[in-house]
């Protein structure tokens, strides 16, 4: 019965993760924080709250960049849980993807896309790192993508998107950085390429279905274990995509920095 925090869950695959962990049994996700920036949850959000059981999936009010709402938030996650329970897994997925089709010299979305992309995900496990270090599974898991691989940037000189994969890169350093601080403590704080998903954010030119996308990441997710995914980048296996033509292949592999 793992208890499981997941941002940026009113959309996209914040929003399909959702969906599928609400869909376990008790014994493998007892509950579910959804947050969302707004008081009230999305209209797609509260869907699923409302096919759920009572209590099940949880709609949390937080504004990931601003440090206040986000002490608020893990407050009231705290007293939900109760009885002194920490919380098992947080999932920081709420990301943007800003262009910049002038070019790098002329990118204008740089601290946008750092304060939400890496200072966002910074500050939320840092709120929340006290009532992770009481939960049994003490998982973090960053929502990263594969444009962050600087040796893999060569694949991805099309994208008009140079903050969004700079903001990427330094995602995944600081993924490292807490997997290191945190290893004697038992965490396991690792980094997953989603893949190109068919959302708001991916397109519906995108590789893959929402679906599939978040089925093969909370595969990744239900199964790790610090010895075997702390400080790592994690990419999604989808069968028939392990040698797939074009720049993304979804073959289960740790990716490269």
């Known amino acids: 019965m793992s208890s499981y925090l997941v941002t940026g869950a009113g959309r996209g695959i914040g929003l399909e993760l959702v969906k599928q962990m609400a869909k376990q049994p ?5 509950v579910v924080f959804a947050a969302t920036r707004g008081e009230e949850a999305p209209n797609a959000l509260k869907k699923v709250i409302d096919s ?30 109760g009885g002194g329970r920490g919380l098992d897994v947080l999932i920081n997925n709420a990301g943007v993807m800003p262009s910049d089709v002038e070019g790098i010299a002329k990118m204008k979305t740089l601290r946008y896309a750092l304060e939400v ?23 973090v898991i960053n ?17 008009p998107t140079p903050s969004y994969k700079i903001s990427k890169a330094a995602l995944n ?6 997997a290191q601080a945190y290893a004697e403590e038992g965490f396991n704080i690792f980094a997953i390429s989603p893949g190109w998903l068919k959302t708001e954010m ?38 028939g995509w392990e040698n797939a033509e074009g720049p993304n292949k979804y073959d289960g592999e740790i990716l490269p920095w």
């Open 26 to 30: 008790p014994s493998k996700v007892s």
């Open 52 to 81: 759920s059981p009572p209590g099940r999936v949880v709609h949390v009010s937080m504004v990931i960049t601003e440090r206040s709402s986000l002490d608020k938030a893990a407050s009231e996650v705290e007293a939900k849980l």
């Open 117 to 139: 992309n890496v200072e966002a995900p910074q500050e939320t496990t840092a709120a929340f790192i006290h009532l992770l270090n009481k939960g049994k599974e003490k998982k």
């Open 143 to 159: 929502i990263s993508s594969e444009v962050g691989s600087i040796s893999r940037t060569h694949k991805y000189i099309f994208s």
């Open 173 to 178: 350093m600081l993924t490292v950085q807490y």
């Open 202 to 239: 991916g397109s519906e030119i995108a590789d893959l279905d929402v679906k599939v996308g978040a089925e093969a990441t909370l595969d990744i997710i239900f199964k790790s274990t610090p010895e075997t995914t702390n400080g790592t980048f994690q990419n999604i296996r989808v069968p």
